[in-house]
């Protein structure tokens, strides 16, 4: 599988998939956004490395400050309330740090770059339209695709295929096939049946 493949198959389908089925009691925007951040995580990563740059939690701020053309402690705030808590508690997260509080707003009405909201003197809503980062994300790698499999720990699976017990029909003693899936595969397990070495 290509990495254009993978990024299509095991991102950008899901995220569309979510997307178009949401309704006013279900919004997959969470998930996009858990999603959307660890990938986001995955693009800094690769551009680093293939840079030949170590992605060290420094280098990383400035690139994704840089990418998202925000400043470094505003990229700061973003990555620890959205990322860290997206991933830790599957929601963005609400912190103080200098007496300023900070918390989160996503809505389909916001863009796709993290916007900074001065709400009370010591209030910053920080607010994010989750589908539009997701597309966001999934366009930078669109731009460049080989990025998307860049790791030197953490290369991604080659996935196929692989047949389960419950792909086969059971088949009794006398070799009659039964309906439905059996837990042994093919060859029962009281049977005593098993292919030749």
């Not at 080659?158 to 595969?185: A, C, M």
């Amino acid at each position: 599988m290509t990495p254009e493949q993978k990024l299509e198959n095991w991102f950008i389908k899901p995220i569309d998939q979510l997307k178009s089925s949401r309704t006013s009691d279900s919004d997959g925007a969470f998930l996009a956004l858990c999603g959307a951040v660890a990938l986001y995580e995955r693009y800094i990563v690769a551009s680093l490395k293939s840079a030949d740059t170590k992605a060290s939690p420094d280098a990383m701020q400035t690139f994704g400050a840089n990418d998202l053309g925000i400043t470094k402690d505003l990229f700061n705030i973003f990555w620890g309330m959205y990322r860290h808590g997206a991933n830790h508690a599957f929601q963005p997260k609400q912190f103080t740090s200098n007496e300023t509080r900070y918390g989160w707003e996503i809505s389909g009405d916001f863009t796709s770059i993290p916007e900074f909201e001065q709400r009370e003197s010591d209030l910053v809503i920080v607010k994010l339209n989750p589908w539009a980062f997701a597309e966001l994300v999934a366009q930078r790698f669109r731009d460049n695709p080989s990025l998307f499999d860049v790791s030197n720990t953490n290369k991604l699976a080659e996935v196929s295929y692989i047949p389960t017990t419950s792909d086969f029909p059971v088949i009794k003693e006398d070799s009659t096939i039964l309906d439905g899936p059996g837990p042994t595969g093919i060859f029962p397990a009281s049977s005593g049946n098993q292919p030749e070495a």
